[in-house]
């Protein structure tokens, strides 16, 4: 039987790094580096306010430039990453993406957690967590 995908398993389905983020420890293990938070909920609204925090604090507006940072070449193969996000939201990896409405943060967050995870165990919580209107947590980088 196949070992549930560490995204997965830590309730970080978008592999953020641990830095101290409101709720979260970091994994237990040898290579520890990413966040682990208590529910899934908690997790996506991380996922969440990360893609928030790129598109409104930092300008980065495109799928090629969020994944970019998201997941950057030296450990990722960021391009067919980006291609894959992009194909997802039916847009081209340049293409401005607007202002982060539920409608496109749900679209990023369940492209990111399929390519993150192989999988997307979520279903319709990804949305609802997309619409929520919490505020950013206080930081939080990305793998």
């Known amino acids: 039987m196949a070992q549930t995908p560490r995204g997965i398993r830590n309730n970080n389905p978008g592999n953020l790094n641990f830095v101290h983020q409101p709720g979260a420890v970091l994994e237990p293990g040898p290579n520890a580096r990413f966040a682990r938070f208590p ?3 908690a997790g996506l609204a991380a996922l969440r306010d990360q893609l928030r925090r ?5 300008g980065i507006d495109t799928v090629a430039g969020i994944i970019g940072k998201w997941a950057p070449p030296n450990e990722n193969n960021t391009a067919a990453y980006i291609r894959g996000v992009a194909h997802a939201l039916g847009v081209e990896p340049d293409t401005r993406l607007g202002p982060p409405s539920p409608r496109l943060l749900t679209g990023l967050m369940n492209a990111i ?4 995870n192989g999988q997307n165990p979520y279903g319709p919580l990804v949305a609802r967590v997309a619409g929520g209107t919490s505020s950013p947590t206080r930081q939080g980088a990305a793998s």
């Open 39 to 41: 529910t899934a909920e």
């Open 54 to 58: 790129y598109i409104l604090r930092d």
């Open 113 to 116: 957690i399929r390519f993150e």
